[in-house]
Nanobody, 122 residues
Framework: QVQLQESGGGLVRAGGSLRLSCAAS????????MGWFRQAPGKEREFVAA????????YYTDSVKGRFTISRDNAKNTVYLQMNSLKPEDTAVYYC???????????????WGQGTQVTVSS
């Protein structure tokens, strides 16, 4: 059974940091692009960041550029999202996902985790 499991979410004050992890099991994702999305209450799920299978290229939505960093360790079948300088508007459930190629399009991601809650207080 293919699974993506996120961890590392929690409650943090504005300006703080969190590091999310997404561990894959059931198959290797070393040839897949990986992405992070988030969904705030009452809003659609939105793209946050993505990384190519090799880790050589990354892409971020404008609102997180310079604050978030996506990375991966293919030996551990794990992708990370380092989030610094967090803002209350970053509050959401964060999901990791796998796609055949790096993309911002939610529909092209084939595998999804269950999500981890990130709450940033002001």
């Amino acid at each position: 059974q293919v699974q993506l499991q996120e961890s590392g979410g929690g409650l943090v004050r504005a300006g703080g940091s969190l590091r999310l992890s997404c561990a894959a099991s059931g198959r290797t994702f070393s040839s897949d692009a990986m992405g992070w999305f988030r969904q705030a209450p009452g809003k659609e799920r939105e793209f946050v960041a993505a990384i190519t299978w090799s880790g050589g290229r990354t892409y971020y939505t404008d609102s997180v550029k310079g604050r978030f960093t996506i990375s991966r360790d293919n030996a551990k079948n794990t992708v990370y999202l380092q989030m610094n300088s967090l803002k209350p508007e970053d509050t959401a459930v964060y999901y990791c996902a796998a796609a055949g190629a790096m993309t911002t399009l939610r529909a092209l991601y084939r595998y999804w985790g269950q999500g981890t809650q990130v709450t940033v207080s002001s």
